[in-house]
């Protein structure tokens, strides 16, 4: 398959079932992930792999980002709600969380360094495609709260950019339609 039919044939899926990614399929996304453009060379991306237990540690950070806006977190309604939401991460057997730390270089810039690391999560996307993995980029406002790094052990000052739910399908992956960019195109050639 040409990396272009590659690329056109990859669809975001959500529907995965319990079955795990063993660990070598795991680093060779991440592989993956690092090879793409950066500017100044500063490797910004940061990865973290949630499996197995370590959804719950997702999950409870997930709620209490929720919780923090709450009147009354402990009422029935926004206790059954906060425990729908510490499931969320659940719905896949592997999450990579992709970051983007803040270089030293002092040329580099963040809004740089975040747009590499969106090149990583979507190489990641590609590749999960090319190993026959269902993979989804998800995110929410938590994504961007520096709580959230935080307490998912990133350093201070990085960006989180993406959480990369990753399984095996339990369901046919439907083709998109992929429309054509011309309408989103301009040319200035004279
Ligand atoms: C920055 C970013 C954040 C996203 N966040 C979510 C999300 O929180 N939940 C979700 O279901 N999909 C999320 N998506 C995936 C999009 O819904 C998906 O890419 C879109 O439906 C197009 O489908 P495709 O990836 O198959 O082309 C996100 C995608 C990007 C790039």
């Known amino acids: 398959m040409s990396i272009?039919?590659?690329?056109?044939?990859?669809?975001?899926?959500?529907?995965?079932s319990e079955q795990d990614i063993d660990?070598?399929?795991?680093?060779?996304?991440?592989?993956?992930?690092?090879?793409?453009?950066?500017?100044?060379?500063?490797d910004?991306?940061?990865?973290?792999?949630?499996?197995g237990a370590g959804r719950a540690k997702l999950g409870d950070v997930m709620a209490a980002h929720l919780a923090k806006d709450m009147d009354d977190p402990d009422s029935p309604k926004n206790t059954k709600f906060l425990d729908k939401i510490r499931k969320k991460p659940f719905r896949?057997?592997?999450?990579?969380?992709?970051?983007?730390?803040k270089s030293d270089c002092k040329q580099a810039l963040m809004v740089e360094d975040?747009?590499?690391?969106s090149a990583s999560c979507q190489n990641i996307l590609l590749a999960a495609a090319?190993?026959?993995?269902?993979?989804?980029?998800?995110?929410?406002?938590?994504?961007?709260?520096?709580?959230?790094?935080?307490?998912?052990?990133?350093?201070?000052?990085?960006?989180?950019?993406?959480f990369i739910y990753l399984g095996h399908s339990a369901k046919?992956?439907?083709?998109?339609e992929?429309?054509?960019?011309?309408?989103?195109?301009?040319?200035?050639?004279n």
């Open 4 to 16: 272009i039919e590659a690329i056109k044939n990859r669809n975001s899926h959500a529907l995965m």
């Open 23 to 42: 660990p070598a399929g795991i680093r060779r996304l991440l592989d993956a992930a690092v090879c793409v453009p950066v500017h100044h060379r500063t």
């Open 44 to 51: 910004p991306w940061r990865f973290l792999v949630i499996r």
């Open 92 to 101: 896949a057997p592997v999450i990579i969380v992709a970051g983007a730390a």
């Open 114 to 117: 975040v747009a590499a690391v």
């Open 130 to 162: 090319d190993m026959g993995l269902a993979a989804i980029w998800r995110t929410g406002s938590f994504t961007y709260a520096a709580e959230t790094a935080q307490a998912l052990g990133f350093d201070e000052d990085t960006q989180l950019v993406g």
């Open 172 to 176: 046919e992956i439907r083709q998109k």
């Open 178 to 189: 992929r429309p054509s960019a011309e309408k989103f195109t301009r040319w200035l050639d």
